[in-house]
Each structure stands twice: as structure tokens, then as C-alpha cells.
């Protein structure tokens, strides 16, 4: 999580200088990004990764069944065969492996590797949403699907500038992007596709900035008491951080 929080660090950066290039990272000019600038980039398939959910279904010993976590060491454990290493592998490769283990000891079995949980990868949403945190990444999530996800934009949200924070801590890449058409008018191409780990920031409106501003004014301690705004929330992660 800490390295959420420090990239969190290059968005401040990056409203403090105007979302200019700055050593460190890049960013994206404020007309907003589109998906012919950034491909999508969605996984083929889905690997799985430990502390990922899934539910093995075994055809004709239902008994067998089971719904397992992947543990840290990247293995389950099952009836008759033990551990089985399945990180990294897809649903159906491991789904494949199974079926050849089992094979030993129930004749002619069917196995099923069903993911219940994508408990793995994650995004991150936060400002100006309903609500803010840490959500499942599927591999065919985009920012307006993730918005959504969190509940959507809240009355204060600035939809003209979104901020996405990819990549890592040496070399993160911060991108506006646009989103009033995706809104008003469903123009997907001013979407993008996000990857495992993006920090999405519904930035606030000018109103709201105007309102948040007269807040710290007259309530200057909000923020330690945990009772402010999502400019509240930024003071304080700047703070910490």
C-alpha cells in the first residue's frame, strides 16, 4: 500500500506544477487522453496470482469439489492429489493440470477452474467518488467503468480532468484524460483501459475547490479530526507521506 501512497505523492506533483513534464514522470497535456494515444494494453487472458479465489469443480466426484485460496507460496491444496502449484498459471491451464492429476484417481474426470475471487490485482480510485479505495482488477476494467465501480462521480467531480497515475515509483506516468464526452455522450475513445495497480483522481470542480478553500478557512482542523473533504483527505495523505 505504501507505494500507492507515494505514487499518490506524483499526482500532488503534478497539480503543483500544472501537470507540466517534470523530472521523474510524464503526463499527458490537459485536452485529455484517448485510447489511440494508449492502446489498450488488456491481459489475453487471466493468470492467477495468490490470494486469488477459485472454485474447482470435478466431474463425476462431486465430493471433490472445492472452493480454495492460493496461497503465498503460490500452491492449493485438494482431496487425493495434495498441493498443486497454480500461480501463474490461467484458469484453463490449471483446469488442464488437474484434470491430469486426477486422472490417477478417478476415471475419466472433468475439471472446471472457475475464478470467484480477483482478489490479486487491484486499482484505486479516489478523490471525488462515492467511494473511494481499492477495487478488483479484472482485466477489462477502463477509468469510467472503475468511477462507476466506486460509486460514481459525486456532484463535486471535475469530469473534463481525471487523473490516471500508472507505472512505478522510478518512472510513473501521470495522464489527464477527459471524460465529459464518455458521460454525456458515450465517446469510448476518450476512455482508457486500466492496469493492474493504476491510482485513478476524479479531481474536484471549481466550485468545489472554491467551497473546499472557505472549509480549511473556517474549519482549519478537519483534516486531523478526519471529518473533511476530499481536499482534506489530499492535505492529510501530504502530510503523512
Not at 500507492?4 to 500544472?18: K, N, Y
Not at 493504476?198 to 478553500?213: Q, R, S, T, W
Request: proline fraction near 5%; include cysteine.
Amino acid at each position: 500500500m505504501k507505494k500507492h501512497f507515494l505514487l499518490f505523492g506524483a499526482i500532488l506533483l503534478a497539480l503543483c506544477t500544472g501537470c507540466q513534464s517534470t523530472a521523474g514522470f510524464s503526463s499527458k497535456s490537459l485536452s485529455g487522453a484517448t485510447i489511440y494515444e494508449y492502446p489498450a494494453e488488456r491481459e489475453e487472458t487471466y493468470r492467477l496470482e495468490a490470494p486469488d479465489e477459485i472454485e474447482i469443480g470435478v466431474i463425476p466426484q462431486s465430493e471433490i469439489n472445492r472452493t480454495v485460496a492460493i496461497r503465498p507460496d503460490g500452491k492449493i491444496s485438494l482431496p487425493l492429489i495434495g498441493d498443486v502449484f497454480a500461480e501463474g498459471l490461467t484458469p484453463e491451464e490449471l483446469a488442464a493440470e488437474l484434470t491430469e492429476k486426477f486422472s490417477k484417481y478417478v476415471k475419466n474426470p472433468s475439471v472446471s477452474v472457475i475464478v470467484t475471487g480477483f482478489n490479486s490485482k487491484k486499482v484505486y480510485v479516489i478523490g471525488e467518488v462515492y467511494n473511494q479505495g481499492a477495487f478488483p482488477y479484472t482485466g477489462t476494467t477502463s477509468v469510467f467503468e472503475a468511477v462507476e465501480e466506486a460509486g460514481s462521480f459525486t456532484r463535486r467531480a471535475s469530469l473534463g480532468r481525471v487523473i490516471l497515475v500508472r507505472g512505478d515509483l522510478e518512472n510513473p506516468m501521470v495522464i489527464d484524460i477527459n471524460l465529459k464526452e464518455v458521460v454525456k455522450r458515450g465517446t469510448k475513445e476518450k476512455d482508457l483501459n486500466l492496469q493492474p495497480g493504476d491510482i485513478v483522481y476524479v479531481l474536484p470542480n471549481g466550485f468545489a475547490k472554491a467551497g473546499y478553500a472557505v472549509e480549511q478557512i473556517l474549519f482549519p482542523f478537519t483534516p486531523l479530526l478526519g471529518l473533511g473533504s476530499s481536499l482534506s483527505s489530499i492535505q492529510a495523505y501530504e502530510q503523512a507521506f
